[in-house]
């Protein structure tokens, strides 16, 4: 266990000429990653960060443009999940190192979009709870069904598996759910 490194994944768009532009929005979507097996006040320092990727301006990307970018980060994620043999000074022979994704983190809408859950205004506006729009006024947690990850593995193998974009549209509508990089992590629950 000690030779595995468990990171986390930050993603978020940004306007970098700040909200007084006069109407006018440019945004940047970034991927940052940290390694969370370094101590806390270690773990967001700038020479601890690792800069995964970014979109181009001016629009926020589309669920096609985060794929796009996902799938190399991803790649490389599989990659190391099944070990590599890391040459160090004190490990000449070499030490095998697995690294895992866990936690996802940014603002709701940004997060959805890359798991690949919709959004809080279509009819599944819960990407943890099985929520119908109908049901937004009910406060009974109780009776709230929870999403399971394999659930939404089985969606996201018939919205992969749809030959239509038109199939593939209803499925998204009626469950709220499609396909997101991230899910070829199968140590991974998105939910």
Not at 1 to 8: A, H, I
Not at 36 to 56: C, D, K, M, R, V
Request: net charge positive; with cysteine.
């Amino acid at each position: 266990m000690k030779d595995n490194l468990t990171f986390s994944f930050f993603i978020d768009w940004f306007n970098p000429f700040t909200n007084k532009t006069l109407g006018k929005t440019v945004l940047y979507s970034t991927i940052v990653m940290f390694c969370l097996n370094l101590l806390y006040n270690l773990q967001y320092q700038p020479e601890n960060t690792y800069f995964a990727g970014i979109t181009s301006p001016p629009y926020e990307p589309s669920v096609t443009t985060i794929t796009a970018l996902l799938d190399p980060i991803v790649e490389q994620l599989q990659h190391f999940y099944y070990g590599q043999v890391i040459h160090t000074y004190r490990h000449q022979a070499g030490i095998i190192k697995r690294v895992v994704l866990l936690p996802a983190i940014g603002d709701l809408l940004t997060i959805c979009k890359a798991l690949g859950f919709t959004g809080v205004t279509s009819h599944h506006f819960c990407s943890f709870y099985t929520l119908h729009k109908s049901d937004i006024e009910n406060l009974d947690s109780g009776a709230w069904k929870l999403r399971k990850g394999t659930e939404v593995i089985a969606v996201v193998e018939q919205w992969c598996q749809a030959l239509t974009k038109k199939k593939q549209e209803f499925i998204f509508k009626k469950h709220s759910i499609c396909w997101s990089s991230l899910h070829q992590l199968l140590y991974c629950d998105l939910v």
